[in-house]
Structure formats: structure tokens, C-alpha cells
């Protein structure tokens, strides 16, 4: 417990996972797992073996910006792809593909931060296809995907054919703690062993006495009862911010009803910036994430992500209501319509 441990991470977590995994439908084996300080790792480590300055990475808009900060590290230029109520618009990826050759595909495919947007199961398939056809690996960054309270459940794109252009990460860090760092990535052998040799000139290993922890948690059986609690405390509180929006926000605010994950994501009048109403949300002690900063190329201004997973009912109430208030004064002071003159 005490001692330097194998980089790839605690054989028996592995084993177990692996079994996890192949039990979900993802034919793995414990040489297909590495365990990573949190999902962040992983993506860090993704764009040290596959990314030179000026190559592109596919992504989502709005997507991760965890994943931009990794990636941006390696100098990687962004293709962005719209997204709806399903998820990245695959419609749109062909010629992406074709005209650039970008090295990865990165999706947050259930429950996706920010928008809260999970990718319908035909998409999945497009992607995995045009991916294959390609040869782009995708990474299917998924660590929310065990937080679903609504709707029905959609397999990963690692299980679609064999999923062995895919690469995909998860994480303790929403299901039981985000102080562990503990993570795991499921690839090819090939690309684990490059993981495994970035890793080492990184941390070596991940801590050994957490990752025992976190296996002797998980084969004590307890997990699928408190993700079951986790479920119903989350979906109660998203209903609860859902219909604090509906009586607080303005009419012409729109937003995304998640059926899993942490966040809503409330999409402002054009032309409006959630960046200019913070200092005043912030005044009235009330916090959000400016939508801005998860667009890979810019854009975005009138987008905010929320977050309703940490707050008690009184102060999610109270929060929106004084945040619609904010944003009813700021649309006050903005013109929605041209004045006559104009058109
Ligand atoms: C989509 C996504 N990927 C990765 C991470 C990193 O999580 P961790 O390093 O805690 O596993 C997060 C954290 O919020 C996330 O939302």
C-alpha cells in the first residue's frame, strides 16, 4: 500500500472494472484500463501522445473546457461542431473530416458539461461510423453517465462494433468523490502503453492506498445504493431549479432539461453577455459559469451554464429568483426590437 505501485494502476481495480465494463457490453480486459488522477488526467495525457502544435481536435459547441485547457496546452487547433437537443449535429462532421483530418474527435457524449445534452443513440452510431471511415480515434469522455434520473439509458459509443477506434474515460469523481482523483481510461493495448509511458514522466502512478479504497467501496457492493440516492437528491433538485426558471427567468430565455449530470444551460436574448451580468448575480451572492468560456473558437456570449447539484431547495428558490431579476433588469436596458428607424 505504502510502496511505488505498477503505473497502469491496482491489478485488482482493474480486474474489476474491466469485468464492469465487459458486463456494460466493452470488451476489456485489465491491459485495456489505466486509472488516471481523475478523468483531467487522462485528458492531459491524450494530448501528449497524440497531439502536435497546429493539429486539430473535433469538438462540441459549447464542449468541455476542461478538455480545451488540456488540449490547448499541446498547441491543438479546434473544429467545432454545432450542437442541438441530441447531441454534436454528426450531419455536419463528414466533410469536417474530409477537409482537415483532424487527430481526435472529442465528445462528452451522456449528461454533457455544460449543456446537460446527452447524444441520441443514432448519432452515437453516425459518429462511430465516420470516425471508423476516417480513421479518427474518438474520445467519449464519460463520467456523468451513471447519474441518469430520467429517460432511458443509451450505450456508449465504445460499445458500438467492437469500439476499438474509441477511447473512453470515466470517473469516481461524480459517482462517489471528487477528493480521490481517481479515474480510468479504456483503450486499445497500443494507446495504454503510450498512456502508461506519458504517465510515468507525469506522476508515476496514481496513489495506491486510494485506489485500494476505492476497490475494496466497490466490491463491497454499496455503490448502486448511493447512486441511487444520488439520482433521486439530483433529479429533485433539478426539477426544483427547472421551476424556479419558468416562474424567474425572462420569457424569450430558453434552456436544456438534462435527464442526468450536474447542469442546466440557459441560452439568453442574442446579443445579451452573461459575462456582463456576473459582477451583479455575484453582488446579489449568486454564482454561475459565463457560457463563453466553453466555446472553443468564441461566440457564445449569451449562454450561462448552472449548476443545481450542490444547493439546498431554499437557496436554488432564492438563487434564480434573484438571478431572473438580474437578467430582467439587464434586458430592460438592452434593445429586443430595432427601433422603427433602423428597419
Ligand atoms: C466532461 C468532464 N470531463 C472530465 C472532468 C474531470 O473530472 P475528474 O478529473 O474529477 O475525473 C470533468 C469535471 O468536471 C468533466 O465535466
Request: one cysteine or more.
Amino acid at each position: 500500500m505504502l510502496q511505488y505501485n505498477l503505473t497502469e494502476g491496482y491489478p485488482p481495480l482493474r480486474q474489476y472494472l474491466a469485468e464492469e465494463l465487459n458486463r456494460e457490453g466493452i470488451a476489456a480486459h485489465e491491459n485495456n484500463i489505466i486509472i488516471t488522477t481523475g478523468s483531467q488526467q487522462s485528458l492531459d495525457l491524450l494530448g501528449k501522445i497524440f497531439l502536435n502544435p497546429d493539429d486539430k481536435v473535433v469538438v462540441e459547441n459549447p464542449t468541455y473546457v476542461g478538455a480545451l485547457q488540456s488540449f490547448s496546452a499541446y498547441q491543438a487547433q479546434y473544429l467545432t461542431i454545432p450542437c442541438d437537443d441530441e447531441g454534436m449535429r454528426v450531419d455536419q462532421l463528414e466533410t469536417v473530416l474530409k477537409n482537415y483530418k483532424p487527430k481526435l474527435i472529442y465528445v462528452v457524449s451522456n449528461f454533457s458539461n455544460p449543456t446537460g445534452v446527452t447524444m441520441s443513440r443514432y448519432r452515437r452510431e453516425v459518429l462511430q461510423q465516420l470516425a471508423y471511415q476516417h480513421q479518427v480515434p474518438i474520445v467519449e469522455d464519460d463520467p456523468y453517465g451513471e447519474t441518469r434520473y430520467s429517460g432511458d439509458h443509451i450505450p456508449t459509443i465504445k460499445s458500438i462494433d467492437g469500439g476499438s477506434g474509441v477511447i473512453l474515460q470515466r470517473s469516481f469523481s461524480k459517482t462517489i468523490a471528487p477528493g480521490f482523483r481517481l479515474g480510468f481510461t479504456v483503450a486499445p493495448t497500443e494507446v495504454i502503453n503510450k498512456l502508461v509511458a506519458a504517465k510515468q514522466s507525469v506522476d508515476l502512478q496514481s496513489n495506491t492506498f486510494g485506489q485500494m479504497v476505492l476497490y475494496e467501496y466497490l466490491r463491497s457492493g454499496k455503490l448502486p445504493a448511493h447512486v441511487e440516492k444520488l439520482r433521486e437528491v439530483y433529479r429533485h433538485r433539478r426539477d426544483v431549479m427547472l421551476d424556479s426558471m419558468q416562474r424567474h427567468f425572462p420569457a424569450d430565455a430558453h434552456w436544456t432539461v438534462p435527464d442526468g449530470g450536474l447542469f442546466i444551460w440557459a441560452t439568453l436574448p442574442e446579443g445579451m453577455s452573461s459575462l456582463m451580468l456576473l459582477p451583479d448575480a455575484v453582488a446579489q451572492k449568486v454564482a454561475f459559469i459565463p457560457g463563453n468560456a466553453f466555446f472553443a473558437n468564441g461566440g457564445g456570449d449569451n449562454t450561462m451554464r448552472l449548476n443545481f447539484s450542490c444547493a439546498s431547495d431554499e437557496n436554488i428558490v432564492e438563487g434564480i429568483k434573484r438571478l431572473g431579476g438580474v437578467i430582467k433588469r439587464h434586458t430592460s436596458q438592452f434593445p429586443t426590437a430595432l427601433p422603427a428607424f433602423l428597419i
